[in-house]
């Protein structure tokens, strides 16, 4: 395990170390994206915890490891990794599939929101990751905080219509 500095007061958790199966060393990270249903933006205080204790438990499963992630307010950014004998769009699939099941279970009041019980868009990015593990590990952390400067920078401040 290599702990690099990536910026001040953050720091990177590399492993080099390969996994191993019974008769397999394997070291295969992916990086993963993927976003809600027509890019709402629910995955806020109310969602959140739920959502995030959900990936943990479902990738614990299938026996992936998540190595860095962050719930945005309508996607999800993680880098984890995948066992060889799960593909990545089979584990999407699953990951997928699961999670949107397991939160509709616990807040029922989404079906409203979502039709057809969809809560994820039909699509996802799955990149694998080489030698530039950090810079991505990086990326990912500062996506958080890149958005909430976007969302100050380009908020626009309503006042109350009816006062003069």
């Keep these: 395990m290599v702990v690099q500095v990536v910026s001040p007061g953050k720091v990177a958790i590399v492993t080099n170390q390969a996994n191993s199966l019974s008769h397999t060393k394997w070291m295969r990270k992916y990086h993963i994206v993927i976003t809600l249903k027509d890019r709402r933006k629910l995955i806020d205080n109310q969602y959140r915890k739920s959502l995030e204790e959900m990936l943990r438990q479902l990738c614990r499963y299938k026996g992936v490891e998540i190595h860095e992630g962050h719930l945005m307010p309508d996607y999800v950014h993680m880098l984890v990794s995948i066992p060889p004998k799960l ?55 500062e996506q958080e ?7 100050r920078l380009s908020g626009k401040e309503y006042g109350d219509p009816f006062k003069k």
């Design 145 to 151: 905080a890149h958005g909430i400067v976007l969302d």
């Design 87 to 141: 593909s990545a769009s089979s584990f999407m699939g699953y990951f997928k599939g699961k999670s949107a099941l397991m939160m509709f279970d616990k807040h029922v009041n989404l079906k409203y929101k979502f039709c057809n019980r969809r809560f994820w868009s039909e699509d996802y990015y799955v990149s694998t990751i080489g030698p530039n593990e950090v810079a991505i590990a990086k990326y990912i952390m």
